[in-house]
């Protein structure tokens, strides 16, 4: 074998240790005291997991703090800081950016990721060619695949339809939505769902950012979800409105996403930076609990979103830390949603972004990451460091 890692923990079954042989670049067994030859290290009872995935980032726009103001800190700044430096980003410019951010994901223990890129007159196309070539580039270490989206509107932006379209026929794979932005948010839903039809591609909205629970749109987005047999391939992004809903309205939410096959990202950074601007005192979380919503059957991930931009002025690409930020942030308290914080960043993902071949199991991909703990509860509450050989 090429590999064997002795004595690890595997999530999953971490009462035990075990060895986990990795041949080309495959898991070939798991089984304690592994009879095979091959390069060895010893793990000394540390714990295994599959890789993080991150579904939900802008690497275009990401590393810009420096060039933009971030006075209000709310939104509507954000927006207009971040559309006044796009005119002068360069292919080579969001490339340089992008790479960085890209490799402090890979050092932190991402092997997948869903970036999301925006395509607009402003920018036209200089996100794509800037974040495209990482693909081919980065393939040894990580999945890369890229959602075009219209951030600053669709139906009242000229031009960015054509542009959505040629760029999901050069390099994107996924079709997104920011419909708060657009003067018909109901007519950008439609149009990118037929968008995904046409291209038969999954879909990924930012949606009902917003601090009251009034006019959800993600009540159209199950509507729809149904109507065009995409349930399990749509997932929507922030969704800061639910955090504000009565429970029995959050609950009613809920089943209508459970059932309709609708998937929830969560961007703790960046909804507890942009939310409760307008509010003085008791200022709200803004951050909406995912893990209430596994309770009803929803399918959630938790992801960074932005890295030092107007949208969140933080961020080292740790996916632990942001389990942990939310686990701190929602008051999760019991083992058992700890250790569904670890599935929002792990196999969650996986199924939020139909990966295929992921898991710590015989025959998939080594992409693993090895932490400093004995069990994914210890990993979130500790922040676990991956470990480096």
Not at 26 to 42: C, F, M, Q, T, Y
Not at 286 to 304: E, F, I, P
Request: aromatic residues 6%; hydrophobic residues 40%; glycine residues 8%.
């Amino acid at each position: 074998m090429d590999l064997i890692l002795r004595t690890a923990r595997v999530v999953g079954n971490e009462s035990v240790t075990a060895d986990i042989g990795i041949d080309k670049g495959r898991i070939a067994a798991i089984a304690p005291h592994l009879a095979a030859e091959g390069e060895e290290l010893d793990l000394a009872g540390r714990l295994v997991t599959p890789g993080f995935i991150e579904t939900h980032i802008h690497l275009d726009k990401s590393r810009i703090l420096g060039r933009c103001r971030a006075e209000r800190g709310d939104l509507e700044e954000a927006i207009a800081e971040v559309a006044k430096q796009k005119q002068l980003f360069t292919a080579e410019d969001v490339y340089e950016r992008a790479k960085i951010t890209l490799e402090r994901a890979i050092l932190n223990g991402t092997t997948h990721m869903r970036t999301q890129l925006e395509v607009d007159p402003g920018i036209g196309l200089r996100g794509l060619e800037g974040v495209h070539p990482l693909i081919e580039e980065y393939k040894w270490a990580i999945d890369l695949e890229i959602c075009i989206f219209p951030q600053e509107g669709l139906l009242n932006n000229p031009g960015t339809d054509e542009l959505m379209l040629k760029a999901l026929k050069c390099g994107g794979s996924v079709v997104g939505a920011a419909p708060y932005t657009d003067a018909n948010p109901h007519g950008q839903i439609d149009r990118i769902f037929a968008i995904a039809r046409d291209f038969d591609i999954d879909i990924d909205m930012h949606l009902d950012f917003g601090p009251t629970a009034d006019d959800l749109d993600l009540v159209y987005v199950c509507e729809l979800t149904e109507r065009y047999k995409w349930g399990g391939r749509v997932a929507i992004g922030h969704v800061t409105k639910l955090s504000a809903a009565l429970p029995e309205d959050f609950s009613q939410c809920a089943r209508r996403m459970a059932d309709a096959g609708v998937a929830l990202t969560v961007l703790p950074s960046t909804d507890l930076y942009l939310m409760g601007r307008h509010l003085q005192h008791s200022v709200m979380r803004g951050v909406t609990d995912a893990h209430r919503l596994l309770h009803h059957g929803v399918n959630c991930s938790l992801s960074t979103n932005n890295v030092l931009n107007p949208f969140t002025p933080f961020g080292d690409c740790s996916l632990v830390r942001m389990a942990n930020l939310y686990a701190n942030v929602c008051q999760v308290g019991s083992a058992r949603d700890t250790r569904e914080c670890f599935n929002m960043i792990t196999t969650r993902s996986a199924k939020l972004m139909n990966v295929d071949e992921y898991g710590l199991q015989v025959g998939k991909p080594a992409d693993l990451v090895v932490l400093d703990a004995e069990s994914p509860e210890q990993a979130v509450a500790e922040l676990s460091p991956p470990v480096r050989p």
